[in-house]
Nanobody, 126 residues
Framework: QVQLVESGGGLVQPGGSLKLVCTAS????????VGWFRQAPGKEREFVAA????????YYTDSVKGRFTCSRDNAKNTVYLQMNNLKPEDTAVYYC???????????????????WGQGTQVTVSY
């Protein structure tokens, strides 16, 4: 069992930055694939980024490549999402997720993940 808690959301102007933090409790978190998803009002939950336990190269959706960076510190059971050059279309509730048996082709599918945090609101606006 894994519990996830996100923090770091808030209101930021376009072009600004935020760093989301996902702290996990539970055993063997370092063996889990971790992902970030977001959901805007009236839209489906969408994949943002993911990082596998055994692969140092993160995966990103195209719209955030070059602006967002996903990283993890297994010693601290923590995952980060550094978001730079934020745009109004990045506004959403951001969720951290974790799963233990996720194949590469399912990395972007919310249903592949077993555990979810409660979400943190990110609003990009003047």
């Amino acid at each position: 069992q894994v519990q996830l808690v996100e923090s770091g959301g808030g209101l930021v102007q376009p072009g600004g930055s935020l760093k989301l933090v996902c702290t996990a409790s539970g055993r063997a978190f370092n063996t889990y694939t971790v992902g970030w998803f977001r959901q805007a009002p009236g839209k489906e939950r969408e994949f943002v980024a993911a990082l596998r336990s055994t692969n140092s190269n993160p995966y990103y959706t195209d719209s955030v490549k070059g602006r967002f960076t996903c990283s993890r510190d297994n010693a601290k059971n923590t995952v980060y999402l550094q978001m730079n050059n934020l745009k109004p279309e990045d506004t959403a509730v951001y969720y951290c997720a974790a799963g233990s048996r996720i194949i590469l082709s399912s990395l972007r599918q919310p249903d592949a993940y077993d555990y979810w945090g409660q979400g943190t609101q990110v609003t990009v606006s003047y």
